[in-house]
């Protein structure tokens, strides 16, 4: 007979190789599938790192695709550790790219400085506002944040349409649908080719990482995801922290959306996300909600979007082809999980004397 | 009388418009009430949507069709099932990525199938046809009696479905795994059985609601085919307080909404141009859905709450 027991401590080797084992399972499946269309795997995993490292330019579209990524999964992280599963990073990146781009469209004139950071200060505002709603509701309620955050995603994406199709669209743009764009002012500087954001990232990454390490406030977080009733008796402030959190997870997620709308579109528009929010989603929860481990991750599912896009040009396999294999992968990961968390244990069948009571096996 | 007559067509689109809404809806409760969240409706229903039309124009059969995009809906409830309830995996995370992976499924199919048409034999099989002396009453014969077969089965499908939640012993074991688990499984139900059974009906469910635009409503492959639907399924979810009855009303009127929300585009009243936002009104039906999810987590009726489980993984050694 086999039992499964949950593992009691989890060895940081035997986690590692679990994973690697599972990716390359993952790309071993993949593999076998692609054979089956009569397509060659390596060749395909070869392209996909070359499209996505293969030269300089390649590597800054990586970098620019890691850089929302991440700070959408250090957002998102942020909450789950509370176990306030927040999956409205797609909302509060469009709302924080709307209130960056009212401060832009507000002040097209002033100094560049001043301009970036009254947007990133509203972009903050703006995505933390929309992530107090359902934080709120869950207070107030007690409804379900999960499904609160999920259906404000996409009132934020059709308020976004609104503007686009109705107050803001540009009319110097022929009668096409578009925002205008916005003045160089608004427009975030650029460091070795890629903007700035890529520094905001690392920095911010590992303030997460020193905060969630050594301060009061990360430990709270900690406690309170691993038990509300704890956190009340240990003295926290129970509406305190998670008001303050979800703000947190909140506004960085409307940054992620603000440097999205600054450096890489020069615009809002209800494409500006495409589905990153739900994506950093995955990247949080592989990254186990460890900072540091997000800008790894984030990397690499940035190097098979754009290896995807890559493929799509370079060898006419359509672009699908990279959510597909992000699919294999993830599924073959949250299985391996599964044999993380437990274990196998053999027992020999005890032989049932029969005035034995159930409870005393 | 001519009002009557197009109140009534207007009621035939709604309907129309909403029926893949209510097949996958059906499919969503399923999975819920057994204890499941799948957030992978949308990826199901663009697997059966583009597998349905491939099915479709190459076997040149109507059920054939059907078959191939339920079942290929719940090949990708499969996957789910077996991580979420084998694995314990985060339901939330691998119904994200299902629906992702769908995506690429059918992103992929797409570029093959789309440059292929549907045989006239499909078209037929599933062009409305009006029943015999109900489709002659004003209005609501032309709204519900002159129809799709497929709309027909939808409409019964959620019916059979909620008297087998309500009155079947079945039902009842089904409600138990998702309120209470531990409790259904000391009484000797099967647990992991009923998830699984009720994920892949929930797949199947979302797979031939997919088919039903590619098949019926478009009736063409389209990138994108179906637009958010699914997330519109796991609002209605909860906006149907887990019932497929109210499921139904809940599917016909997101469909009116979208037939209002496309007369309203150039709507002259007065000699006044209105144009009302097709944005704003889209809005709607997920505003709605937070409203009733917050009135049912007021009212704490017993019969509209979300089943107890919902969410967390089942393991007996935990227990």
């Known amino acids: 007979m086999i039992r499964i027991v949950a593992t009691t ?15 390359t399972a993952a790309l071993a499946a993949a593999a076998v599938i692609m054979l089956c269309m009569k397509l060659n795997p390596l060749k395909i995993y070869g392209q996909i790192i070359a499209g996505s490292l293969g030269s300089a330019y390649r ?37 924080g790219a709307f209130g960056a781009s009212l401060a832009a469209f507000a ?23 929309w992530s107090l709603i359902p934080a709120g509701l869950k207070i107030k309620f007690n409804a379900s944040e999960t499904l609160v955050t999920l259906m404000l995603n996409y009132v934020a994406q059709l308020w976004i349409g609104y503007l686009q199709y109705g107050p803001w669209r540009d009319p110097a743009a022929n009668g096409f649908p578009k925002i205008a764009h916005f003045t160089q002012n608004a427009i975030l500087p650029k460091v070795f080719g890629i903007h700035i954001g890529w520094i905001f990232t690392l920095i911010l990454a590992f303030i997460f990482y020193i905060i ?38 909140g506004g960085l997620c409307g940054f992620a959306g603000m440097m999205q709308a600054s450096a890489i579109e020069n615009s809002l528009s209800e494409q500006l996300s495409g589905g990153l929010g739900f994506t950093a989603v995955i990247t949080t929860w592989l990254a186990q909600l460890n900072p540091l481990l997000m800008v790894l991750v984030s990397f690499l599912f940035s190097m ?24 294999i992968i993830i599924f073959f990961v949250l299985g391996s999980e599964f044999f993380i968390r437990y274990r196998f244990v053999f027992v020999k069948k005890p032989k049932r004397s029969p005035d034995l009571p159930e409870a005393a096996k | 009388m001519n009002y009557a007559i197009q109140l009534g067509l207007f009621l035939q689109t ?64 499969l996957i789910y099932a077996v991580i979420t309830v084998t694995f314990r995996g985060n339901q939330v995370v691998t119904g994200l990525v299902l629906t992702i992976f769908g995506t690429g499924i059918a992103g992929f199919l797409g570029k093959t199938i789309s440059s292929h048409f549907l045989p006239a034999t499909i078209q037929n099989a599933f062009a409305a046809r009006a029943i015999p002396v109900l489709s002659r009453i004003p209005v609501l014969g032309s709204a519900f009696f002159t129809q799709s077969v497929y709309v027909y089965i939808s409409v019964l499908i959620a019916v059979v479905l909620y008297l087998y939640l309500k009155y079947t012993r079945w039902g009842l074991n089904l409600r138990a795994v998702g309120e209470n688990p531990a409790a259904a499984d000391a009484s000797g139900i099967n647990v992991t059985l009923y998830k699984y059974v009720h994920i892949l009906l929930g797949g199947f469910l979302a797979g031939a609601g997919g088919a039903y635009l590619s098949l019926v409503f478009v009736p063409r492959w389209q990138e994108n085919i179906t637009a958010g639907a699914g997330w519109i399924a796991v609002a209605f979810v909860i906006f149907s307080t887990w019932n497929p009855l109210q499921a139904i009303a809940a599917s016909y009127a997101f469909g009116a909404l979208k037939g209002l929300a496309f007369k309203c585009q150039n709507l002259v009243i007065f000699n006044h141009k ?14 709605a859905t937070i409203i009733v ?27």
């Open chain 1, 9 to 23: 401590e989890l060895s940081r080797r035997k986690t590692t190789f679990m994973r690697i084992l599972a990716v």
């Open chain 1, 59 to 95: 590597f800054r579209e990586t970098v620019n695709k890691a850089i929302p990524l991440t700070v959408l999964s250090l957002g998102i992280g942020i909450a789950f550790r509370m176990k306030f599963w927040n999956i409205g990073a797609e909302g509060q990146f469009f709302m």
């Open chain 1, 107 to 129: 002040f097209p004139g002033i100094p560049r400085p001043v301009l970036l950071f009254l947007m990133i200060l509203s972009s903050f505002v703006f995505g933390a506002f």
């Open chain 1, 212 to 249: 969630f390490k050594r301060t009061k406030f990360g430990y709270e977080i900690d406690v309170l995801g691993e038990s509300e009733a704890t956190a009340h008796y240990a003295g926290i402030n129970v509406p305190n922290v998670l008001l303050v959190t979800v703000m947190l997870s």
């Open chain 1, 304 to 327: 098979l979007i754009q290896g995807g896009n890559f493929l799509q040009s370079a060898m006419q396999i359509p672009s699908s082809m990279s959510q597909i294999l992000e699919g």
């Open chain 2, 14 to 77: 709604a309907v129309q418009m909403g029926t893949h809404i209510l097949l996958a809806t059906s499919g969503g409760i399923m999975c819920e009430k057994a204890g499941n969240t799948n957030l992978g409706i949308e990826g199901m229903m663009l697997i059966g949507a583009s597998v349905g039309y491939w099915a479709g124009y190459t076997f040149c059969d109507p059920v054939i069709a059907v078959l191939a995009a339920g079942l290929a809906g719940a090949a990708g409830a």
């Open chain 2, 274 to 287: 209105l144009a009302i936002s097709t944005h704003l009104l889209d809005m709607i039906p997920y505003l």
């Open chain 2, 293 to 319: 999810l917050v009135c049912i987590t007021m009212r704490k009726k017993k019969e509209n709450q979300s089943p107890e489980a919902l969410g967390n993984p089942y393991f007996r050694e935990e227990r």
